[in-house]
């Protein structure tokens, strides 16, 4: 039965020979079962208000639809001696800063970045907002600025808004702007946007004297004129919207819990988002066959799980999560987060696998490799049983955005296809 599954087979006397001594032993290798490969989307949530990173933009794909982010955020009160100057301090203007440090996708498009009002603050009694939320703004934006997010250094992204600045300025100094709650009555919060005609999502910072809105004022009163400035912060809260729109593609069919779409129907391959829904999920339809003849196998040396990532060009800044998990999955798509593939047994540590690239002056290799030689041993001894597997990034109550999308090339696809490599000993007969 095992040669009917699989092709491409060697013995290796030495190896195997230790566990059961025997000198009629052999170990087979095995690198052709079938790996099915689907892809689910998960009612996880992303608590987006945990990261110190707001993020734009927008991923538009045949297969999964597009992918939307919009970034909210709601200013704290600065601290000034304004209302103590004379009526000299004159406003010179008002910049909105903010320092780009993070960017995904063909970055070396030009990107626009819009400013929108929020027509009402975040709530301060909210604990965590997260990717499912919405909050309103007005559609027009406040300002807006284009640029490319990925030539040479990261910039800051510059935005003058002078008339709102005057308003805000004035009211600083007659301290009609007192506190965050009269701040957050004229700058309820700014919602950013992002288009470009590629696919790219940034991000900056909202921590204290990262994105702010800076005031340059001088007093006239002086001898010596000096540029002085204040800062509005965004660190009150914050949060990133990511919505899902799968309308005229395969995935359009993820209506309930339970649905699947086999890789078979999105180009052969299977997606993964990083603090959005989509998760690949991952069978061995005919493992059991192998299974019921498991009396001829004596142990399973090694298993190896291979996945090379489909990526089209190396350089387009969208490396792949940095690792990956594998857990069991039920009827509903659950992540079964009390029953991971383990790396020992009873150790509930579920198996992972770092994202590697390997270059060399000819091409360029990246794979995940998950090392699944427990859960294949407690297949064959009946410990176990056979079961899908969910692969997914890190899970948790607070999972951080940083937004990218893997996808992975089932055995049909054209380059980076999924690989099982099984090595097992056996008794010559």
């Not at 989509?278 to 019921?292: A, C, G, I, K, S």
């Not at 298993?303 to 999955?329: G, H, Q, S």
């Not at 690239?357 to 041993?377: A, G, P, R």
Request: glycine share 6%.
């Amino acid at each position: 039965m095992l040669y009917v599954l699989g092709s491409c087979q060697k013995g290796d006397l030495n190896l195997g020979s230790e566990v059961i001594p025997d000198a009629n032993l052999s170990v087979v290798m095995v690198d052709t079962f079938t790996v099915k490969l689907s892809t689910v989307a998960v009612t996880d949530t992303a608590v987006t208000s945990a990261d110190s990173m707001i993020y734009a933009g927008r991923w538009r794909d045949a297969n999964t639809g597009v992918q939307d982010f919009t970034a909210f955020a709601s200013p704290v009160f600065p601290s000034n001696n304004l209302n103590t100057r004379s009526e000299t301090v004159v406003l010179d203007s008002t910049v909105l800063i903010l320092p780009l440090s993070y960017s995904y996708g063909d970055s070396v498009q030009t990107f626009k970045l819009s400013a929108h009002l929020m027509t009402a603050p975040l709530a301060s009694g909210t604990v965590y907002y997260n990717n499912n939320t919405s909050a309103r703004y007005e559609t027009q934006p406040l300002v807006q600025k284009s640029f490319y997010p990925g030539k040479g250094r990261t910039p800051n992204v510059r935005m003058r808004k002078d008339s709102l600045g005057k308003v805000l300025f004035d009211r600083l100094r007659t301290r009609t702007i007192r506190d965050d709650e009269t701040l957050q009555q004229i700058l309820p919060g700014l919602a950013f946007r992002g288009n470009s005609p590629g696919n790219v999502v940034i991000g900056f910072g909202v921590n204290t004297g990262r994105s702010v809105l800076r005031f340059y004022f001088h007093d006239n009163s002086s001898t010596t004129v000096t540029q002085e400035t204040i800062d509005i912060d965004f660190s009150y809260k914050h949060y990133t919207r990511y919505s899902s729109d799968y309308t005229g593609t395969p995935l359009a069919n993820l209506k309930n819990r339970s649905d699947a779409i086999n890789s078979s129907l999105t180009g052969n391959v299977a997606y993964i988002t990083q603090g959005g829904p989509l998760r690949t999920r991952v069978e061995f339809p005919y493992f059991e066959n192998v299974l019921m003849s498991k009396d001829a196998i004596l142990g399973v040396n090694r298993a190896e799980l291979i996945f090379d990532p489909v990526r089209t060009d190396y350089k387009d800044n969208a490396l792949p999560p940095t690792t990956l998990y594998m857990y069991k999955t039920n009827a509903v798509n659950d992540i079964l987060t009390s029953q991971p593939i383990e790396t020992i047994v009873n150790s509930l540590t579920p198996v992972s696998a770092t994202y590697a690239l390997e270059s060399s002056l000819y091409e360029n290799k990246d794979h995940y490799t998950f090392n699944v030689t427990n859960y294949f041993n407690q297949l064959m001894s009946g410990k176990t049983q056979l079961a899908p597997i969910i692969l997914t990034t890190t899970v948790g109550a607070q999972q951080y955005l940083n937004f990218s999308r893997t996808s992975l090339g089932n055995r049909n696809y054209t380059s980076d296809r999924v690989k099982l490599v099984l090595y097992y000993t056996n008794r010559n007969q």
